[in-house]
């Protein structure tokens, strides 16, 4: 798995900035729990990768690993409804909140799966060239492209000194 994945650059200091900056930094994956729970296990390391909440579908595994059967919730054509996990977070962060207020959501995204959340973020990074760039633009929805975390981070610094 290590080698297969081209993880983005800057990903690690992003994290770090993050968990430094006291922002909460979660993962939500179209596809089944345990496995961008190992790939951030290997790449952050497991002491680093605990502090990232990942939402994602389950699947229940055998004790050997050779079988998966994969627990789809909510039931959706994209394996996660991005969207409704923002909003379910939201609505959750609301009574935690000080005052009513909520956190800024940001979201990152790239692909068909993050098209649905595209509308629900506070502020949308959509990765140049790749599809969900392509449907901001078709659906005149506000974003800011990325080509790696290093963009999104110095726009993070930027969003932060405003705020």
């Not at 200091?13 to 006291?22: G, I, P």
């Not at 506070?122 to 659906?139: H, M, P, S, T, W």
Request: charged share 30%; with cysteine; aromatic share 10%.
């Amino acid at each position: 798995m290590e080698t297969a994945l081209d993880i983005n650059p800057d990903f690690q200091a992003f994290h770090k900035f993050c968990f430094d900056n006291n922002i909460s930094f979660n993962v939500i994956s179209a596809g089944l729990k345990p496995t961008p729970r190992r790939v951030q296990d290997q790449f952050l390391g497991e002491e680093e990768s605990a502090h990232i909440d990942i939402v994602a579908n389950e699947a229940e595994i055998t004790p050997d690993g050779s079988d998966w059967k994969p627990v789809w919730r909510p039931d959706c054509d994209l394996g996660r409804d991005k969207a409704r996990s923002i909003l379910e977070y939201r609505d959750g962060v609301k009574f935690e909140s000080k005052q009513g207020t909520i956190p800024l959501i940001i979201f990152i995204g790239d692909g068909v799966s993050d098209l649905p959340a595209a509308r629900q973020a506070d502020v949308l990074f959509a990765r140049k060239g790749l599809r969900l760039e392509q449907y901001c633009i078709e659906n005149k929805i506000s974003y800011l492209p990325f080509d790696t975390f290093a963009d999104i981070q110095h726009e993070v610094t930027r969003i932060m000194k405003d705020d």
